[in-house]
């Protein structure tokens, strides 16, 4: 009897359960067929691209794309919206410019863009000879005797044979992150670095480079510029540059996080955060990097609302300010929910482009991942192949700390150095299906850790 009344036991968990699943995936398929069929991400980041490109932190761009979202946000109708205010420095470039001295003919120009936070060279530039190197330890091998004076060109291309092209942008971005301060150290004037980017084409892509003690100017020229200028190199080692940046320090500003809610109904305490970052570089209208991460974290609340989901945590959309020089959003933002002793449930960020789905990575003891991972067979049908221990993302990690789960959305990364934090990075190469997809499966990623929690 006893045993029987078990094994009824175990059938009625298990139809259960099964039911519960069938309702899960029902319920789903409505969240895709909301994101799917829906033109409001797509258009938000067409208008936010147009009327606020190159909204490097401290720009008037940057607040234009803050109210933008804001308003968003306000028509919406979601319960709160509000700007969580911080100081920090910034930096602003002008203008720049490198070319080719040539004795005969004119100076011949190369595509380039200054870095972040490159420091002004006199009116008239910077003239002098160029010695190219493959990475920061050939600055070792040829010391200061051969570098004083001169301009240090790194060189070393991001290699194709990395499957995944985030893995060759890491091996790559020291040149572009401590090349120029290092490059200081043996007395260079200033610094050219190759773009680093999987295209072979003229756009500059920018990023920051970090100076610990001395700055000198700092610069990214276009990999076909960086081809001319090492074939130029190699028929006469003589050959000089002028190089020319006109760009300022911001010691002090005012700017903010963008902050929008929908109340949990049971525990409200305990918010879900999903967010993108709202800055781009000055030359980059940054529709992969991160626009697409803000409409989407936009979209999650607009499904919620629609679809009158009786979210039992609070779900909140956080557009973080200055992800791309100084990390000072992130940093404000856990500081901010540190001091009020209110850390998030879960923090989700989504900043590897609008490109087909490909899964999650989650920086969280075994437990919560196991748990993440148990929803998978859920997404299965809608293209995502993993939910698995990884990293979490730049303006979410500082508030690892205080031991809030964290999770990255991960998509295909075929494409995305070829756009990365350049001109290139434009409205045109969203797809309308790709960003919708991965709205989908954020969105249904959230509405589950809501749902069943991640303990
Ligand atoms: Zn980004």
């Known amino acids: 009897m006893m045993k029987k009344s078990l094994t009824l036991l175990a059938f009625l968990s298990l139809l259960l359960n099964g039911f519960s699943q069938n309702t899960d995936s029902v319920f789903i398929k409505q969240i895709f067929d909301n994101a799917l069929t829906n033109r409001v991400a797509y258009q938000n980041l067409e208008v936010l691209t147009k009327i606020a490109p190159g909204r490097l932190v401290g720009s008037e761009e940057s607040i234009v ?22 100081k920090t ?7 720049s410019s490198v070319s080719i001295l040539k004795t005969k003919s004119p100076e011949v120009p190369l595509r380039c863009d200054a870095l972040g936070t490159s420091v002004s060279t006199p009116e008239s530039g910077i003239i002098a000879e160029v010695i190219e190197v493959q990475g920061l330890e050939d600055l070792e091998t ?10 240090v060109f790194f060189n070393r291309p991001m290699k194709d044979t990395f499957i995944n092209t985030f893995a060759a942008y890491g091996d ?38 970090r100076f610990p003690d001395s700055r000198i100017p ?30 300022r320090d911001l010691p002090e500003i005012t700017t903010y996080n963008l902050v929008a809610e929908i109340r949990g109904k049971v525990k409200p305490e305990e918010a879900i955060v999903v967010g993108g970052h709202i800055d781009s570089w000055f030359n980059s209208p940054g529709a992969h990097d991160d626009g697409a991460g803000c409409v989407m974290s936009c979209d999650v609340l607009r499904i919620f609302k629609e679809l ?14 200055d992800e791309e020089m100084f990390q000072s959003g992130g940093k404000a933002y856990a500081d901010f929910v540190g001091q009020s002793g209110k850390r998030p449930y879960l923090a989700l960020e989504v900043d590897e482009g609008a ?33 698995r221990k990884g990293g979490g993302g730049v303006d979410i990690y500082p508030l690892k700390k205080s031991g809030v789960p964290l999770v990255a959305y991960v998509t295909d990364p075929q494409r995305y150095f070829d756009m990365h934090h350049s001109g290139n990075d434009t409205f045109d190469k969203i797809n309308y299906r790709e960003l919708n997809m991965g709205t989908g499966c954020v969105t249904t990623l959230i509405y589950l850790i809501d749902k069943y929690g991640v303990e």
Request: charged share 20%; with cysteine.
């Open 65 to 86: 794309a803050l109210k933008f979202f804001e308003k968003y946000f306000k028509e919406l109708g979601v319960d709160t919206v509000y700007l969580q205010e911080f």
């Open 89 to 95: 420095h910034s930096w602003a470039c002008d203008s």
């Open 142 to 151: 040829l010391g200061t005797e051969k570098i004083a004076g001169k301009i």
């Open 172 to 209: 790559a971005v020291d040149q572009r992150a401590h090349g120029p301060a290092e490059a200081a150290k043996y007395g260079a004037t200033g610094a050219i670095v190759r773009s680093v980017t999987t295209s072979l084409d003229d756009f500059p892509h920018t990023g920051s480079s």
């Open 218 to 247: 700092a610069l990214a020229i276009s990999t076909l510029a960086a081809n001319q200028l090492s074939q130029e190199l190699k028929e006469n080692p003589k050959t000089k540059v002028r190089i020319f940046v006109q760009a």
């Open 308 to 321: 009158n989901i009786q979210n039992n945590r609070t779900i909140r959309a956080v557009l973080f300010m």
């Open 355 to 387: 490109f087909t789905p490909e899964g999650f990575s989650v920086d969280a003891p075994d437990s919560i991942v196991n748990k993440l991972h148990s929803f998978k067979p859920l997404l299965d049908p809608y293209g995502i192949k993993y939910i």
